[in-house]
């Protein structure tokens, strides 16, 4: 099972979208010193998560996984990612946006669906 290079791009740029997404939510929870912290942090927090927890050559990916998981939790963790950022839209009231990031989403793992089997069967 290979990823072909373009779809493997797309991810990247939702993967983006959503770290930025998560930044600008982050930085409208507080109009205090906090809203620095919390611009940083939870941004890096999710990419912390998005790169720790892995299944073992995953194409998609480096193929290292520091702390592995089942190809389900995987899933998991994707979907909690990538549906937090179009959550974030909405709730911010970028509603078009959030729809496009959402169906942008939805098209890739359809686009996927050899690496979603693969999962599954991990």
Request: hydrophobic letters at 60%.
């Amino acid at each position: 099972m290979g990823s072909h290079p373009v779809n493997l791009f797309v991810r990247f740029i939702l993967e983006l979208m959503a770290l930025a997404a998560m930044g600008l939510w982050a930085w409208k929870q507080s109009d205090s010193w906090m809203r620095f912290v919390l611009v940083l942090g939870v941004p890096i927090i999710a990419a912390a998560i998005w790169g720790t927890f892995a299944v073992p050559d995953d194409p998609s990916r480096s193929g290292a996984a520091p702390i592995i998981v089942s190809g389900i939790v995987r899933l998991a963790i994707e979907f909690a990612f990538f549906g937090f950022a179009v959550w974030i839209f909405w709730n911010l009231g970028y509603l078009r946006l959030s729809w496009i990031l959402g169906t942008v989403i939805a098209l890739h793992y359809m686009i996927s669906y050899d690496r979603i089997m693969w999962l599954l069967r991990r």
